[in-house]
C-alpha cells in the first residue's frame, strides 16, 4: 500500500457484524467471557479496547511500525517511555522540547533520581560529549517546539546504538507525512495525538510506536497497570481526523512556506525561523530526511516583546491559544504560554526570547492568513 492509501485504509476494516464502514465506538469497560479462561481477545478496557486496538494498529502503519500503544495525552506517553528506565539513569534531551516535557523530567522524574542533560541535538558532537556510563535514553524532538531545531535522525541512530542507549524521537511537528524516524533507525516514536495527528482541536492524547518487541511489551504493561488510556470516543475521533492526515499536512505546509516567505521578506520582522527556507540553520538535514517542512513557524520581531504583543493582540483570523497543529491558524507567545515554566535564565540561555512568536498555521487560505498578519503587523 502507498502512503497515502494507508493514512485512509491501513488498520480499518469494516465492522464483521454489520458492515459498518467506520469501526463502532466500543463505549465499555469489561467483557463477557465465554467461559473461564475464554474470552474474545478483550478483557478489561484500561488493558485492551476494539476501538484503541483499531487506532493504535492505524497508528502504528503510518510510521511503518510494528506496534503502536495509545495513551491519553502526548504527556502520558512521554512518561509511559521514561518509566523504561530506573532510579540512577541517565537521559540525554534535545535543549528546546515541549514545555511540559522538561516540566516533567526536571520537576518530577528527578525526584526518582532520573538525571537530565540537555544539548543542541542537532550538533552531534554535543550528544557525544553529554553520553556517559549510566546514559540509557536520548530523547530527540525534531523539529523541536518553538525554535524548530532539526536533528539528523539517521546520525543519531547510529550513536544511540553505539552507546547501547534506547533512541527516542518526539515527531510530533513532523508527522509520519513528512518524517517516519523507526525507517531511520530510531526505536520509539511518539507523538502528542492532539496535534496533526486528530488535527481539528477536538482531544487530547499520545501514541509511542516501535518495532522493537520488549519495549512494545514494556508499553503495553505500563498502559494496563497505570490506565493513563485514552477514551474509546477520543480514539474514534482520532481514527477519523487521520484519515485526511496527507491532504492536512499538504495544505499546512504549503501555506506555512508562504507565510515564511511573507515574514521573511516583512520589515518589522527581525529572524523568521522555518526548516523551509533556505535560511534555516539545518535547511540541508531537513531536506534530506523529511518529505516536507510542516505547518510551524517561529519569528522575532523588531522590538521584541512589546512589538510581539502588539502583533499576538491585533490578530483577528489567527486564534491566540495554545496547541498547534489543528485546522485553524494559532499563533502563540511561548514565554507567557506554553513555556511560562521554564526559568527565565534557561529560556534566554536556550534562545526562546521574550519577543518570540509561535505560528501554527492552518489549512485557510493562505491569502487570509497574510492579510491578517499584515493587518497586524501594521499596528506596530
Ligand atoms: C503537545 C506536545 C506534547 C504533549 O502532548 P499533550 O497531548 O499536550 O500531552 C509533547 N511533545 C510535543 C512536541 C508537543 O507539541
Redesign the pocket.
Known sequence: MKFDTKVVRAGITPDPTTGAIVPPIYQTATYVLEEVGRDKGFDYTRASNPTRQTLEHQLASLDGGKYGVCFS??????DSCLKLLKAGDHVVCSDD??G??SRHFNNVLTRYNLHFTYVDTSKPEKVEEAIRPETKLLWV?TPT?PLLKVTDVEVMARLAKSHNLYFGV?S??ATPVFLRPLELGADIV?H????YLSGHNQL???VVITNREDIFEEMKFIQKTIGAVPSPFDCWLTMLGVKTLHLRMKKHASNAQLVAEFLEAHAKVERVTYPGLPSHPQYDVAKKQMDGFSGMISFELVGGISAGKTVMNSVKLCGLAE???AVETMITHPATMTHADVPKEERHARGLTDGLVRISVGIEDPEDIIADLEQALKEV
Open positions: 495525552s502526548g504527556m502520558a506517553s512521554v522540547v515541549y511540559g516535557v524532538e517546539n518526539d510530533t511537528f511518539l502528542s495525538t492532539t496535534k487530547i492524547g499520545g496547541s498547534l497543529g
